[in-house]
T-cell receptor, first 114, second 115 residues
Framework: AQSVTQPDIHITVSEGASLELRCNYSYGATPYLFWYVQSPGQGLQLLLKYFSGDTLVQGIKGFEAEFKRSQSSFNLRKPSVHWSDAAEYFCAVGTYSSASKIIFGSGTRLSIRP | NAGVTQTPKFRVLKTGQSMTLLCAQDMNHEYMYWYRQDPGMGLRLIHYSVGEGTTAKGEVPDGYNVSRLKKQNFLLGLESAAPSQTSVYFC??????????????FGDGTRLSIL
């Protein structure tokens, strides 16, 4: 069965510093992978997605993620974080079902140090 | 274009009461979903629908019922609320295509407390 692991529950980085959020998945075939962001009191917003092709995916708000099949990872990166990036980030894997069901990781909360 | 709209945004219930959460989407999406979000557990799928008049169970369906009488609406019902159902509930929708794995679009959530 598919699963997603986000090993970091909470990360704090300084404003202007680089960021990497980790995501590992378990899936037998080439997965569909997503990163979502949730600001406080809001729903989830899609940051980026990987379906196939180039393993480095660009998303909104200056985020990117790299798919590494050998490591079963899909880590999210940003070269310089802004205070407005403070939020919770969810990695998710698609299930190849006919209903586009997604399995979410437990999330990583990002805090920004001024 | 409102996207996915959930009502109400907040609600407090007493144990044993019933209520219905409404989700409406104006994107003409075929697929709709209800999730619950609990601390440290991410989002878990309660029920979903692949089209008008159809519903299916997700990962944690017990204690909930759903209906999709109109394509744009997906209702989540709590028959007899229990404290364990205290959570934040999210509705989402998605288009249907050949891949079966298009991104989902989310509402802003309903915060439900059961006393």
């Amino acid at each position: 069965a598919q699963s997603v692991t986000q090993p970091d529950i909470h990360i704090t980085v300084s404003e202007g510093a680089s960021l990497e959020l980790r995501c590992n998945y378990s899936y037998g075939a080439t997965p569909y992978l997503f990163w979502y962001v949730q600001s406080p009191g809001q729903g989830l917003q899609l940051l980026l997605k990987y379906f196939s092709g180039d393993t480095l995916v660009q998303g909104i708000k200056g985020f990117e993620a790299e798919f590494k099949r050998s490591q079963s990872s899909f880590n999210l990166r940003k070269p310089s974080v802004h205070w407005s990036d403070a939020a919770e980030y969810f990695c998710a894997v698609g299930t190849y079902s006919s209903a586009s069901k997604i399995i979410f990781g437990s999330g990583t909360r990002l805090s920004i140090r001024p | 274009n409102a996207g996915v709209t959930q009502t109400p945004k907040f609600r407090v219930l007493k144990t044993g009461q019933s209520m219905t959460l409404l989700c409406a989407q104006d994107m003409n999406h075929e697929y709709m979903y209800w999730y619950r979000q609990d601390p440290g557990m991410g989002l878990r799928l309660i029920h979903y629908s692949v089209g008008e008049g159809t519903t299916a169970k997700g990962e944690v369906p017990d204690g909930y019922n759903v209906s999709r009488l109109k394509k744009q609406n997906f209702l989540l019902g709590l028959e007899s609320a229990a404290p364990s159902q205290t959570s934040v509930y999210f509705c989402a929708s998605s288009i249907r295509d050949g891949s079966g794995n298009q991104p989902q679009h989310f509402g802003d959530g309903t915060r439900l407390s059961i006393l």
